[in-house]
């Protein structure tokens, strides 16, 4: 049985889930609204996040700005990485424990011109977030927002709270979408080190750098 003591940790704030930062604090109020109860909370949260905060893969993600949790909510837009540090953060404001964390991918929301940047269709260290309700952890991914997912033919990724919400196995039509490669664990903060790390080795210099464009607007061409 965990114990909630050992949970203290994730309610902290960190350089990447900056919970101390005043724009995530007003966000984190302004969208927690009047709920009282955890998952009502965290409901809440996450639909705020998904939807409020535009995904943008094409921010440099050489620059630790493109990570933190306060830069999105700032910038209204960003990729999974700091949109699930802004859930954490969010969660962590209102004494909730939460952690990011990643896994690899394959088949993730792109277009042509994303796939052509990066090389591969491998997408490394996809970020999600764990929240930690009545007594157990439940990941969820608030990465993309429903007006692109209306885009890409997909549904929405919904959240209840009590099951996990990862990723948009498939389509509409019912065709696979997303594969599940490999599980990265979970971290205090964001490991910007290492992300960076894997992406050097991976992706090209082109998408590292940013690569800069309206990937709203690319969402109707995809492979």
Not at 111 to 117: E, K, N
Not at 135 to 140: L, Y
Not at 161 to 173: T, V
Request: with cysteine; net charge negative; glycine share 8%.
């Amino acid at each position: 049985m965990i114990n909630i003591m050992d949970n203290n940790e994730f309610l902290e704030p960190g350089s990447f889930v900056d919970s101390d930062h005043e724009r995530v604090i007003k966000f984190a109020k302004e969208f927690v609204g009047d709920k009282t109860d955890v998952l009502s909370k965290v409901l809440n949260l996450y639909y705020a996040v998904r939807d409020e905060i535009r995904y943008d893969p094409y921010l440099p993600v050489a620059k630790v700005e493109s990570y933190r949790a306060s830069d999105a909510v700032i910038t209204g837009k960003g990729w999974c990485v700091p949109k699930s540090a802004l859930l954490a953060a969010c969660c962590r404001i209102n004494k909730i424990p939460a952690r990011p964390g990643y896994a690899d991918v394959k088949n993730h929301l792109a277009t042509d011109r994303l796939l052509d940047l990066l090389g591969t269709d491998l997408f490394a260290w996809h970020s999600y977030c764990e929240i930690y309700i009545d007594g157990i952890w439940v990941k969820a991914t608030p990465a993309f927002n429903a007006s692109l997912c209306e885009k890409f033919g997909l549904k929405p990724l919904e959240f209840d709270g009590r099951n996990d919400s990862l990723f948009h196995e498939f389509d509409k039509a019912g065709n696979k979408h997303m594969e599940y490669i490999e599980d990265r664990g979970t971290y205090f903060d964001v490991p910007f080190d290492k992300i960076i790390d894997t992406f050097k080795q991976i992706y090209k210099p082109g998408y590292i750098n940013g690569a800069g464009g309206d990937f709203f607007s690319e969402a109707g061409s995809t492979k």
